[in-house]
């Protein structure tokens, strides 16, 4: 039996049944599927800002010396950089923290903000082979081997498929999901059947694109660190040829330039470096994809919805036991059946008959472990099983209350949705893929998928969501993991908004602009797009990198979060805006008439169009990755901080309010610290209570979990608190909340500032950092003020700025000490 509590990260090897594994090809696997590469170089002498230390010649064949701070006594040593050195680093990191070795940060301490990879995420064998892996990272004479061969241990294989929570079974009820199979476009939809056929239903051409038998469908690497490969059919499937389909169209359907297929990377480059430009493809295609429904019976057939030309279609298709393959359609409601003969099934794998159960009920459990301010508690809502009761990775990244009944319907990377109402879960829709944003409206649930934007219905009241229709999917999208949809937002006017990621790959089939890593395939990639209420789709503004998250304020405005990297200093926050140019030129290669050669889209050229932030998100202090922003909306309910935004940090696991300033300026003031995973998406019930859906697959959370969801409720407390900070001129004004009849001036408050700049190495250090000198400081306990005046500081430059405040004594916002940021973005 499977030890329930193994990681996924522990199944990425599943399929390895030879007694020998090459040590270095599973380093680097692993390096890249649990994150590394986001924060660390493999680059000989790059300088790139990233958050932690290059690994180039950091473990040269014959270990080599280094420094590091050691933290507890904050003192400078030099150590051994050997496998001792790199395990101490890897399970324990906050006790030795480097110093970079290279320009523009050389001689400078690294935050310690690396997450710990215990022996439970990262296992013996597969901390070894990184290491092998970087040794590889060396120049010749001191390279480790290219090759090392070791026995494979115990642990990486699962013996018995049916507890393989990667392996999506079918019993009682068919099964519907959009996942990345090789042999269709990345937006293929397969079908599951209890009777052992599948079939997947491409949008590419409008056909059914692959058929066969035996296991559903095995999503091992779609669950596996950031899912960079494709994933396969599941266990014993046996694939059908389809020859001599029916023709149910004039003229065949490709959108292969918005659908290519998985892995031709032909049809990308093609696109990219064409003269048409894709919006003018739009226009032209000659068919959509409108959707699909479950069917009546919950072992019946789907049927796939699409318009060819002016003509409407739907399709129904099935294999009976004999083999013949049934294709019931209808054009303009006039229906038609066509059959083709297949091979006769026979010897067909299928799984235990476990029924499916849907509802369950858990206990929630009290989270000491996270840092909160007084009055506040945290609870952790234990994750439901998948349909067949086994753990699975449940990544709750969409939320939002429904007012209808005062659930909160949850939406999943890999594993539906589901609504959680008096501490019970219940499956609602099922197989959507990567789905990281949900609005709750009256008839229907509207949700950003890595595909489209997916409006979902349950027409027959039952309470599972059966019938899907595409909103919109007029954008690239290939199987590149990077390739999120982040939102949907919604304006006061009905339109709905999300934004795309860049891309990441190399080669022609990609336009970085001269960056490092990510880059625009074309497709409006690094854009944000506007549906109407009519459902056209418009883009709508440009120049995003890592948008990864995305709200409207109470007042209908667009917000969206960036993620630092090349061109992006330090994370941000922005309005969207229509037309407007957020910085990273990759995206630019989608304005009309461009091509990724075109002079006209050089960053340079663009720099000065640049839109100005709303607030800066301080590297590795608060933010390296900043999710959706979420305001405060509960009156009081939630304590003392009514109309803030919140915002958490996937990296950091940490919360954090932000109190928007006119002219692009804004305090940002840390709420919460050491939440068990990273921070992505929070929502308020109808008593004002947050939810806080986490996740730390792919790119490792601090918090050192894979999925988390956190319940934090608040019950009145008097004591004083930082609710604010405001300036004018070099005068900063702290204001506290609460009871301050003692609240008095920090007699150890220190203030630093600094500046990022965006160019296009990844990142940007500390520039031109200072310690301010106070002037003056005094506090007012009637108001529960503390001013402060700080002297001039010639060597202070103009522009954007941070202001980073610190203090021992004052009340405090984190475990030990008040922290506390204000931004200026010009």
């Avoid at 059908?240 to 998985?262: E, R």
């Avoid at 072992?299 to 009976?320: A, C, E």
């Avoid at 949907?488 to 990441?504: C, E, I, M």
Wanted: proline share 6%.
């Amino acid at each position: 039996m499977l030890n329930r509590s193994l990681s996924f990260l522990a199944l990425a090897t599943v399929g390895l049944s030879a007694a020998e594994v090459d040590l270095v090809k599973l380093g680097k696997e692993t390096f890249n599927a649990v994150g590394c590469a986001e924060c660390h170089s493999e680059i000989k002498d790059d300088t790139s800002v990233k958050t932690g230390p290059g690994l180039y010649g950091l473990f040269p064949s014959t270990a080599r010396k280094r420094d590091i701070i050691e933290a507890e006594e904050n003192h400078k040593h030099t150590i051994t950089a050997d496998y001792a050195y790199f395990k101490k680093s890897l399970r324990t990191p906050a006790t030795e923290i480097a110093i970079s070795e290279v320009a523009p940060t050389k001689g400078t301490t690294f935050l310690p903000v690396m997450p710990a990879y215990p022996d439970a995420f990262l296992n013996e064998q597969k901390a070894e082979a990184i290491f092998h892996y970087l040794q590889t990272l060396n120049d010749d004479g001191l390279r480790g081997p290219s090759k090392v061969m070791a026995e494979l241990k115990e642990g990486t294989v699962v013996k018995d498929i049916h507890e393989n929570p990667t392996e999506i079974l079918v019993t009682d009820r068919t099964r519907i999901f959009r996942a990345r199979i090789p042999g269709s476009s990345a937006r293929a939809v397969h079908v599951g059947h209890p009777s052992g056929l599948n079939y997947a239903f491409d949008p590419r051409n409008m056909t059914i694109s692959k058929v066969w038998w035996g296991g559903f469908l095995n999503l091992k690497n779609e669950m596996s660190g950031r899912g960079n490969n494709p994933s396969a059919l599941g266990y014993n499937a046996r694939e059908v040829s389809l020859s001599n389909q029916p023709k149910l169209h004039g003229k065949p359907v490709d959108l292969s330039f918005k659908s290519p297929l998985i892995n031709d990377g032909k049809s990308i480059e093609n696109n990219l470096w064409g003269d048409e430009d894709f919006i003018d493809q739009l226009k032209k295609a000659n068919a959509q994809f409108i959707g699909y429904d479950y069917p009546s019976d919950p072992k019946g057939h789907p049927t796939f919805h699409y318009r060819v030309g002016k003509d409407t279609y739907s399709l129904t298709f099935t294999i009976k036991a004999d083999g013949l393959a049934v294709t019931q359609s209808t054009k303009n409601g006039k229906a038609s059946k066509h059959e083709t003969k297949t091979d006769k099934p026979e010897s067909i794998w299928r799984p235990n008959p476990i029924p499916s159960t849907l509802t369950q009920q858990v206990a929630l459990t009290p989270m000491d472990r996270i840092v909160l301010l007084p009055g506040y508690s945290a609870e952790r809502v234990p994750a439901p099983t998948d349909p067949q009761g086994r753990p699975q990775l449940f990544e709750p990244l969409g939320m939002a209350l429904d007012p209808k009944d005062g659930s909160i319907v949850v939406t999943t990377r890999t594993a539906g949705v589901w609504r959680f109402k008096d501490n019970t879960w219940t499956m609602i829709a099922d197989g959507l893929l990567d789905a990281l944003g949900v609005i709750v409206e009256k008839d229907r649930l509207v949700v950003g998928q890595k595909a489209e934007l997916t409006a979902l219905y349950d027409k027959n009241g039952d309470g599972f969501y059966e019938t899907f229709r595409t909103l919109s999917d007029d954008f690239l999208f290939t199987a590149n993991y990077h390739g999120y949809l982040h939102g949907p937002a919604k304006d006061k006017a009905g339109n709905y908004y999300f934004t795309l990621n860049l891309d990441h790959r190399n080669g022609r089939q990609i336009h970085k602009a001269n960056g490092p890593f990510m880059g625009s395939q074309g497709g409006y990639r690094g854009w944000t797009l506007q549906v109407t209420p009519d459902g056209k789709t418009i883009p709508f503004a440009m120049g995003l990198r890592s948008p990864a998250g995305i709200s409207a304020s109470p007042q209908g405005d667009i917000y969206y979060t960036e993620n630092q990297g090349e061109y992006n200093g330090t994370s941000k926050m922005h309005l969207v805006e229509k037309g407007n140019y957020y910085g990273h030129p990759s995206g630019l290669v989608d304005v009309p008439g461009m091509k990724p050669d075109s002079p006209e889209i050089a960053w340079d050229k663009w720099a000065p169009k640049r839109a100005v932030s709303v607030a800066l998100l301080p590297h590795g202090r608060i933010a390296n990755a900043p999710g959706s922003p979420t305001w405060d909306t509960t009156d009081g309910k939630f304590g003392p901080f009514a109309g803030d935004i919140y915002c958490g940090d996937q990296t950091l696991s940490t919360l954090f309010r932000i109190a928007l300033k006119p002219k692009n300026e804004a305090a940002l003031i840390h709420f919460a610290d050491d939440f068990p995973s990273g921070l992505m998406r929070q929502t308020f019930d109808k008593d004002g209570a947050m939810y806080v859906g986490q996740t730390g697959r792919g790119w490792r959370a601090r918090g050192g979990s894979q999925h988390a969801l956190i319940k934090l409720t608040y019950t009145k407390n008097d004591s004083p608190q930082l609710k604010d900070i405001s300036r004018k001129g070099d005068t900063f004004t702290l204001h506290f909340s609460g009871n301050t009849k003692e609240l008095a001036e920090g007699t150890d408050l220190a203030i630093e500032s600094w500046f990022y700049h965006d160019k296009p190495d990844y990142g940007s250090p500390s520039n031109n950092k200072l310690k301010e000198t106070i002037a003056s400081q005094k506090a007012n306990r009637e108001k529960g003020t503390i001013t402060i005046k700080l002297k001039p500081n010639d060597q202070r430059q103009a522009g954007s700025r941070v202001f980073y405040f610190s203090s021992k004594n004052l009340p405090k916002n984190r475990k030990d000490s008040l922290q506390a940021y204000y931004t200026i973005s010009r």
